[in-house]
T-cell receptor, first 109, second 115 residues
Framework: DAKTTQPPSMDCAEGRAANLPCNHS???????VYWYRQIHSQGPQYIIH???NNETNEMASLIITEDRKSSTLILPHATLRDTAVYYC??????????FGAGTTVTVRA | GAVVSQHPSRVICKSGTSVKIECRSL??????MFWYRQFPKQSLMLMAT?????????EQGVEKDKFLINHASLTLSTLTVTSAHPEDSSFYIC???????????FGSGTRLTVV
């Protein structure tokens, strides 16, 4: 799987959009970009994934650059419950998910 | 949505004993399940991949004789930590999927403390 790079931490204000960047400059054509989050002492929660098109669901939006070397996860209206560690993962066809260090997001009131 | 149940959520055992952790897919059949370990303030580390009806594939550095994985049905995988020692104390998490290019569902984790 391609290596991903994320900032170690970021703060955002409650009610505002949170934009979480991820760099995956060595991603290959068949690797999907997945986003998960982990709230303290719980199992990771699936957020969204995409290959090359932008995706949106009830939780978030995923914007993937045209060259696929980076992506941004957007939480449209952050709440205190969105405080968590967010993981960006490039997954290939062997179906394994390898987690990096992630971004610790703290939503402040 | 897909639900993965992991049991027990917490377990304390004595050094030298074995502990079994169960991972069940409740409303779907999981052809593939994964086991992870997470130490405090660290990320998840993949331990092994189990496929129903075949032997598990272990990641480099993970002792297969110490961490026994059984995936006997499409809804159940078990991880047995044999002869547990304090350094095995960790948060163990399973995930399950159908093998398609959709998201995997994770269990809620098992906090193992070996005393």
């Amino acid at each position: 799987d391609a290596k991903t790079t994320q900032p170690p931490s970021m703060d955002c204000a409650e009610g505002r959009a949170a934009n979480l960047p991820c760099n995956h400059s060595t991603i290959s054509g068949n690797e999907y970009v997945y986003w998960y989050r982990q709230i303290h002492s719980q199992g990771p929660q699936y957020i969204i994934h995409g290959l090359k098109n932008n995706e949106t669901n009830e939780m978030a939006s995923l914007i993937i650059t045209e060259d696929r070397k980076s992506s941004t996860l957007i939480l449209p209206h952050a709440t205190l419950r969105d405080t968590a560690v967010y993981y960006c993962i490039a997954r290939s066809n062997d179906y394994k998910l390898s987690f990096g260090a992630g971004t610790t997001v703290t939503v402040r009131a | 949505g897909a639900v993965v149940s992991q049991h027990p959520s917490r377990v304390i055992c004595k050094s030298g004993t074995s502990v079994k952790i169960e991972c069940r897919s409740l409303d779907f059949q999981a052809t593939t399940m994964f086991w992870y370990r997470q130490f405090p303030k660290q990320s998840l580390m993949l331990m092994a991949t189990s496929n129903e009806g075949s032997k598990a594939t272990y990641e480099q550095g993970v002792e297969k004789d110490k961490f026994l994985i059984n995936h006997a049905s499409l809804t159940l995988s078990t991880l047995t930590v044999t002869s547990a020692h304090p350094e095995d104390s960790s948060f163990y998490i399973c995930s399950a999927g159908t093998g398609a290019a959709d998201g995997y569902t994770f269990g809620s984790g098992t906090r193992l403390t070996v005393v």
